[in-house]
């Protein structure tokens, strides 16, 4: 295995853990210098740093360029400009995948470089490198996962008797959610993930708009106390799902029956189910942290160093995107009252909540004084 020399474009929580990972125990990977915005920054580690993007996509030394900045349009750009520049290329961020994983794909494939991003999904946990590889040979069902730390923490914040407001606050205080939390309690961040996942899962070509996203803001600690009376709990879960020949993409807050593992979550772990016809496989980790999310990245750098196969997913099919037949929990808000006989759609009325499909519309749950959430187990 040759040694190899990287460009790193951002020095942040991953970019630092990365540096800090390599100089302890990897010797043979040597990281020239950094691009970051501001260069007078504290830093736990010491590298030669720049504010331009072009002393690393352009140095001839550099055969490796790692992003790991954040954000859309300017990686898009960087990454484009080191696949061109005969660079490969390993990725944490799930945002320019997203948006702009065919266009980056293809110019890898056309440049004959290697573009992998396993940190852009769940972190530290190997599902992307499992999909590609072991799970491949066997057609797929569907996949499930939890992706979402800030959402896991919230929720079980709430679980314990904090609002909403309140579990967002304490969120943002612990460092677990961002300034603007839009992308996370909205459910994009969690809608790219599955996205990312489905694409190399089913082989899809489909853009983010096609994932059907409903967020947690909606979610009240009322709701979860409800929910816990009935031993059922919730989570942010991303789905897609195959049935016959077209494939549902959807992240919504999902019910289920405890004990369940998606529901032990109570922060940045992050769990992923992949139903197959050989059984249901489950994957469980770190889905963030700048250790757990620079060992991902450290291990692209080594599959890309042995040639030892690609993210390239295989050219893609063109499945229809369909609405998920779905079921839902459906309970009254005020304790006190009990379900209406003849609701409509019902199919298992299980003491004082129901399992009905389809969901109702804003008006009906309105009129008869309801909730509903998406039920996440077969019935
Ligand atoms: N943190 C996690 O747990 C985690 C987990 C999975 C995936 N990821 C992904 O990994 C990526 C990095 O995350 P992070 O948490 O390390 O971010 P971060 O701590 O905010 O670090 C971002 C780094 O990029 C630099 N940067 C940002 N925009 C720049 C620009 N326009 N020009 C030059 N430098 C720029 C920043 O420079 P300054 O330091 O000078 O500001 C900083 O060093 C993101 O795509 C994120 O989604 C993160």
Not at 112 to 130: F, K, M, N, S, T
Not at 133 to 150: K, M
């Amino acid at each position: 295995m040759r040694s190899r020399t990287i460009g790193l474009l951002g020095l942040g929580t991953v970019g630092q853990a990365l540096v800090s990972i390599i100089q302890e125990v990897h010797p043979d990977l040597h990281v020239a210098k950094a691009l970051v915005r501001d260069v007078n920054r504290h830093r736990t580690i010491d590298i030669p740093m720049t504010t331009r993007p072009e002393e690393i996509l352009f140095d001839p030394e550099i055969d490796l360029v790692v992003e790991v900045t954040g954000g859309r349009e300017l990686p898009r750009q960087w990454i484009t400009q080191a696949l061109a520049a005969n660079k490969d290329v390993v990725t944490a961020n799930k945002e320019v995948m997203a948006y702009y994983g065919s266009e980056l794909l293809a110019a890898a494939r056309q440049s004959g470089r290697q573009l992998r991003y396993e940190a852009a999904v769940a972190g530290g946990v190997p599902i992307l490198d499992a999909l590609t590889h072991h799970l491949s040979v066997v057609p797929l069902r569907r996949i499930d996962g939890v992706l979402n730390g800030t959402c896991n923490f919230i929720l079980s914040q709430m679980e314990h008797g904090a609002s909403y407001t309140e579990a967002l606050a304490e969120a943002q205080r612990l460092g677990y959610a961002e300034a603007d939390p839009t992308a996370d309690v909205g459910g994009d961040d969690t809608a790219r993930k599955v996205l990312l996942l489905a694409q190399l899962g089913f082989h899809l070509e489909a853009a983010i708009e096609s994932v059907d996203t409903v967020g947690i803001t909606g979610v009240t600690a009322h709701h979860l106390a409800r929910l816990e009376t009935f031993h059922l709990g919730l989570r942010l879960v991303g789905s897609a799902i195959w049935d016959k020949d077209s494939l549902s993409l959807r992240v919504a807050p999902t019910v289920y029956r405890v004990p369940h593992p998606f529901l032990d979550l109570e922060g940045p772990d992050n769990a992923i189910r992949v139903v197959s016809q050989a059984g249901a496989f489950w994957f469980q980790g770190p889905g963030a942290g700048g250790y757990a999310t620079a060992t991902s990245v450290i291990s692209d750098i080594f599959r890309i160093r042995t040639h030892n196969g690609s993210l390239n997913p295989p050219p893609p099919g063109h499945y229809p995107i369909r609405q998920a037949t779905s079921r839902y929990v459906c309970f009254t808000h005020d304790p006190d009252q009990s379900l209406p006989l003849g609701l409509p759609g019902e199919l298992q009325r299980l003491g004082s909540y129901a399992i009905v499909a389809p969901g109702f519309s804003q008006e009906a749950l309105d009129e008869y004084g309801l909730c509903q959430f998406l039920w996440g187990e077969e019935t």
